[in-house]
């Protein structure tokens, strides 16, 4: 599934009613929109990367000749 359920949100923000679940939403930075039935709207894989601790940037796994490079 593309979106978190209603029951994911809930348990994500501790949260049962909508406003206070929007409101701990916005503390926490994680992107949202309500879609027509005025359902709050989250994306699985946007809360994936913040929960899982990705990083934005990449790290190298290339080797490191740092100490060939060191000339006493």
Same mark, same amino acid.
């Given at each position: 599934?593309?979106? %978190?359920?209603?029951? /994911?949100? *809930?348990?994500?923000? =501790? *949260?049962?009613? *909508? ?5 701990? %939403? &916005? ?8 879609? =027509? ?12 990367? %913040? %929960?899982?601790? /990705?990083? &934005?940037?990449? /790290?190298?796994? =290339? ?10």
């Amino acid at each position: 599934m593309m979106f %978190l359920t209603a029951d /994911e949100v *809930k348990t994500l923000t =501790g *949260k049962a009613r *909508k406003s206070a679940q929007m409101q701990w %939403l &916005d503390a926490q930075k994680i992107r949202y929109f309500e879609n =027509g039935i005025g359902e709050i709207i989250i994306s699985r894989s946007h809360v994936e990367h %913040l %929960l899982g601790g /990705e990083h &934005d940037y990449k /790290e190298s796994t =290339g080797p490191d000749f740092s100490a060939l490079r060191k000339v006493s």
